[in-house]
């Protein structure tokens, strides 16, 4: 059974290119532009990991995070935000999500899906 993971990234060379490195690792790939997509989408299809920006247009991803950590069936799945923005205040809004990590961009396109994988317990 594949894997099931979760992008959102409201760049679309991002999310195409994200969605083809984790398609091309054998991930069965889902894809929102917003976090509001981005929520309504892990909650229908449950996947095994998702894959966040944490500058969306309609709110920050770590704002998204928390809202699906409210969720009892969200709280295992976990979040990888894929960002530029690594300053000691992202992280410390990435490190108050349970269960999450992030990847810097310009992401590494010949290990991203092995970063990704290593989420994945």
Avoid: Y
């Amino acid at each position: 059974m594949k894997m099931r993971a979760l992008v959102v990234d409201d760049n679309g060379n991002n999310l195409l290119l994200e969605k083809d490195l984790l398609e091309v690792a054998g991930f069965e790939v889902f894809k929102a532009e917003n976090a509001a997509a981005g929520i309504v989408i892990a909650r229908r299809e449950k996947p095994d990991i998702i894959i966040m920006d944490v500058r969306l247009p309609d709110m920050r991803g770590t704002l998204a995070a928390q809202i699906l950590r409210k969720d009892i069936n969200m709280r295992g799945i976990p979040i990888v935000f894929v960002t530029a923005s690594v300053m000691s205040e992202g992280r410390k809004e990435i490190d108050a999500i349970t269960n999450s990590g992030f990847i810097g961009k310009p992401i590494n396109t010949r290990t991203f899906a092995k970063e990704i994988m290593a989420f994945l317990r």
